[in-house]
Nanobody, 125 residues
C-alpha cells in the first residue's frame, strides 16, 4: 500500500530551525508533484509549499517564503522541508502530500491524493 511518513518535527525556539522529511513507499512519486500543508489553529489545512515532480519549480505561502525551503530526492522517494527563522505562528501539525500522477505543483489540498499522518512542530516564543 502507498504510505507517506513524515519525520523531523519537534520543539524549536523562535529563530531556530527544523528539517522535516517525508518518505514515500508503495510506489514511486518521481512523476508526481508533492507538497507540505499544515494545520494549526485554523479550521482547514493551510498550504505551506509545493514542488514539481522534477524539483525544478517551487512555490511557497508568502508568510514562509525566504524562511522555508522545499526540496526532494526522487532517488530516495523523499521530500524535505527546511524551516529556518521559525516563528510561534509556525506551530502546527505538518502534513506531507502527493498528487496521483500530475507533475504540476499545486497549492490546493484537494489536488492531492496521498497524505501522511503528520508531524508536530512547536515553536516556543
Amino acid at each position: 500500500q502507498v504510505q507517506l511518513v513524515e519525520s523531523g518535527g519537534g520543539l524549536a525556539q523562535t529563530g531556530g530551525s527544523l528539517r522535516l522529511a517525508c518518505t514515500a513507499s508503495g510506489r514511486s512519486f518521481g512523476n508526481s508533484a508533492m507538497g507540505w500543508f499544515r494545520h494549526g489553529s485554523r479550521e482547514e489545512r493551510e498550504f505551506v509549499a509545493t514542488i514539481t515532480a522534477s524539483g525544478q519549480f517551487t512555490y511557497y505561502r508568502p508568510s514562509v517564503e525566504g524562511r522555508f525551503t522545499i526540496s526532494r530526492d526522487n532517488a530516495l522517494n523523499t521530500m524535505y522541508l527546511q524551516m529556518n527563522s521559525l516563528k510561534p505562528e509556525d506551530t502546527a501539525i505538518y502534513y506531507c502530500a502527493a498528487r496521483e500522477t500530475s507533475e504540476y505543483a499545486s497549492s490546493f489540498y484537494r489536488d492531492y491524493t496521498y497524505w501522511g499522518q503528520g508531524t508536530q512542530v512547536t515553536v516556543a516564543s
